[in-house]
């Protein structure tokens, strides 16, 4: 397992290295694990005047899997657009051809009272949202403001979604709900969208390779609130960029607590990135306060779907799972009669219980 470690700014140093005690954990019990540093973001500015340096798109290249701390700084705030920290992270996606994202809402009941809707909504969720990541309106092209004639701008941009594009992440969907609860829920506006009218109809197509699987379909406007008005009904979702977008930082507040929540992004062999999905927090930056959960759990998703090994992705869950038990929190997730911890100490704990 060839792994490139790329902790990034703020708070990505101090998560990531939890991270890699457990990987390194996993490497002291036999797993052939190789891990090399290099840098991305402001990081990545700072010792080559570019936040995607090549030697680091080229480790990240020839590893198996990425993981990734966080990107961004005040003090890159006003370098000019291409130098910015979140180009590198926009860059590597690219690079790497990463069109999966898979972000699961996963609420464990220890955590229940951390969600701001009502616990017997959200106890036991545990959905998973898949957002195509590289075409859609953001990527579409005519797009711009130009002027009319008569003399008032007008903004643009194209929606589109090719056959290829949507029947390779629906395929992606299909093979996670096989492994989970064999629900996949379609997320689009077909009733309005040309572009999503093919979508369903791909979506559909596809479905048809995988019987076992339930596909039903839902416009994004009704998964919206769905999501808030009873969650635990959906299993996989799966959707276009911008919906996606939207809804999984919707479902992501589900769990209350974003220090939580891992990410994956997966090309079409199964390589991914993989990283929290907060930010890179420089408000507690160097305070060793941060959660470092989040990206924990992402190293368990690297097992589950770079490495196919459910049986360390569960290891690594359930480490996690008892050190809640054990009711350690960090200062983001701490409740009266809880004992605060700091993000090392966390880290520890973790690799104690696994
Ligand atoms: P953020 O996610 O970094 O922080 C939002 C809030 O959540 C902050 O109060 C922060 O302290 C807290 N928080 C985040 N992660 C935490 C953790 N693990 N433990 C405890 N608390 C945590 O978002 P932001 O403040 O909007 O952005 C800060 C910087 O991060 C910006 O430069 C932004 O561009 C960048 N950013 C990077 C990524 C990424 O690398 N994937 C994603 C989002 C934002």
Same mark, same amino acid.
């Given at each position: ?16 290295? +939890? ?42 290249? %020839? ?11 005040? %003090? ?35 955590? $229940? ?27 579409? %092209? ?16 194209? !929606? ?14 299909? %093979? ?6 064999? /629900? ?48 635990? +009904? ?46 890179? $927090?420089?408000?507690?930056?160097? /305070? ?13 998703? !690297? ?9 360390? $992705? +569960? ?6 799972? /008892?050190?809640? +038990? ?9 409740? $009266? ?18």
């Amino acid at each position: 397992m060839k792994i490139a470690v790329l902790p990034g700014d703020g708070i990505g140093p101090e998560i990531v290295a +939890q991270a890699a005690k457990v990987l390194e954990a996993l490497r002291s019990d036999g797993l052939k694990i190789e891990l090399e540093y290099a840098h991305i973001g402001g990081a990545g500015y700072d010792a080559a005047g570019d936040p995607l340096p090549d030697a680091t798109l080229k480790l990240a290249q %020839q590893s198996d899997a990425v993981l990734l701390g966080a990107v961004g700084g005040y %003090q890159y705030d006003t370098l000019a657009r291409p130098l910015r920290p979140e180009q590198g992270l926009l860059r590597i996606r690219k690079g790497l051809n990463l069109f999966a994202n898979l972000r699961p809402a996963l609420l464990y009941p220890e955590l $229940a009272s951390a969600s701001t809707l009502r616990s017997e909504v959200v106890s036991g969720l545990d959905i998973m949202i898949l957002r195509e990541l590289t075409g859609d309106i953001y990527f579409g %092209q005519p797009r711009g403001i130009r002027n009319l004639e008569n003399g008032e701008r007008q903004g643009f941009d194209t !929606m589109l979604y090719s056959e290829s594009e949507i029947r390779r992440v629906a395929h992606v969907g299909f %093979q996670i709900a096989m492994k989970r609860n064999k /629900k996949v829920c379609s997320v689009d506006k077909a009733n309005v969208l040309d572009t999503s009218m093919l979508w369903r109809e791909i979506v559909t197509e596809v479905a048809k390779e995988y019987p076992a699987v339930e596909l039903s379909h839902m416009y994004v406007d009704n998964a919206a609130m769905q999501l808030v008005r009873a969650p635990k +009904q959906f299993d996989v979702i799966v959707t276009g960029n911008i919906f996606g977008d939207i809804l999984s930082d919707e479902a992501s507040m589900l769990t209350g607590s974003i220090g939580m929540l891992p990410s994956a992004s997966l090309d079409a062999n199964n390589k991914g990135l993989y990283e929290p999905c907060h930010g890179s $927090a420089p408000d507690i930056a160097g /305070k060793n306060i941060a959660n470092p959960l989040a990206t924990i759990l992402s190293v368990a998703m !690297m097992m589950r779907y770079t490495f196919a090994r459910e049986d360390i $992705a +569960q290891r690594i869950e359930g480490a996690v799972r /008892k050190t809640l +038990q054990k009711s350690l929190r960090t200062a983001d997730i701490a409740e $009266a009669g809880m004992q605060k911890v700091g993000t090392d100490a966390m880290g520890d704990a973790v690799v104690a219980a696994l």
